[in-house]
Nanobody, 120 residues
Framework: QVQLVESGGGLVQPGGSLRLSCAAS????????MGWYRQAPGKQRELVAT???????NYADSVKGRFTISRDNAKSMVYLQMNSLKPEDTAVYYC??????????????WGQGTQVTVAS
């Protein structure tokens, strides 16, 4: 099992920056990739960014060029640097991890979420 804890959320003005952190613990050696998702009020949870063990990244079109995902394997941490924030970025941000399960299965883990509010 894997436990994920997010931190770094808060209130920021449009155009500002914020960095989210996610600490992973447990069976971290089984993790294949990690990422960030977000869910705004009245909307479905959507992918923001992912990063593999090898460092390959993937971003949603809406955040490409503004957000950067990174990881520190030594600390079992993943980060999301958010720049040029817009009100549309307001959401609860969730850390995600995908790990190997039995046979061909994949176990998906989620953090508790951290609120990001972009407003004047």
């Amino acid at each position: 099992q894997v436990q994920l804890v997010e931190s770094g959320g808060g209130l920021v003005q449009p155009g500002g920056s914020l960095r989210l952190s996610c600490a992973a613990s447990g069976s971290i050696s089984s993790i294949n990739s990690m990422g960030w998702y977000r869910q705004a009020p009245g909307k479905q949870r959507e992918l923001v960014a992912t990063i593999t063990n090898g460092g390959s990244t993937n971003y949603a079109d809406s955040v490409k060029g503004r957000f950067t995902i990174s990881r520190d394997n030594a600390k079992s941490m993943v980060y999301l640097q958010m720049n040029s924030l817009k009100p549309e970025d307001t959401a609860v941000y969730y850390c995600n991890a995908e790990a190997l399960g039995v046979m061909w299965s994949t176990n998906v883990y989620w953090g508790q979420g951290t609120q990001v509010t972009v407003a004047s």
